[in-house]
Nanobody, 123 residues
């Protein structure tokens, strides 16, 4: 059974940093893209960042570019999202996702999703 488990969420103040992690089990994702998505309160899920199988290609939403950094460790089957200079508008449930076989993109059409971790940024 494939599982993606996010950790690292919490309550922080504006300007603080937070690092999210995603641990995958049940299969390896070392040959496909993975991504982070978020769903702000009362809004639809949106793309945050994606990374290709090797980590050589990364794509970011304009709203997080320059503040967030996505990375992965294929040996450990994990992915991370370093979030700096957090803003109240970054408040959301953050989801880790992966596909069976796809390139890095902004698409929300992923095959596997974690249950999410809540990030709350106070002003």
């Amino acid at each position: 059974q494939v599982q993606l488990v996010e950790t690292g969420g919490g309550l922080v103040q504006a300007g603080d940093s937070l690092r999210l992690s995603c641990a995958a089990s049940g299969r390896t994702f070392s040959s496909t893209a993975m991504g982070w998505f978020r769903q702000p309160p009362g809004k639809e899920r949106e793309f945050v960042a994606s990374i290709n199988w090797s980590g050589g290609i990364t794509i970011y939403a304009d709203s997080v570019k320059g503040r967030f950094t996505i990375s992965r460790d294929n040996a450990k089957n994990t992915m991370s999202l370093q979030m700096n200079s957090l803003k109240p508008e970054d408040t959301a449930v953050y989801y880790c996702a992966a596909c069976r076989s796809c390139p890095a993109s902004r698409s929300l059409r992923m095959d596997y999703w974690g249950k999410g971790t809540l990030v709350t940024v106070s002003s």
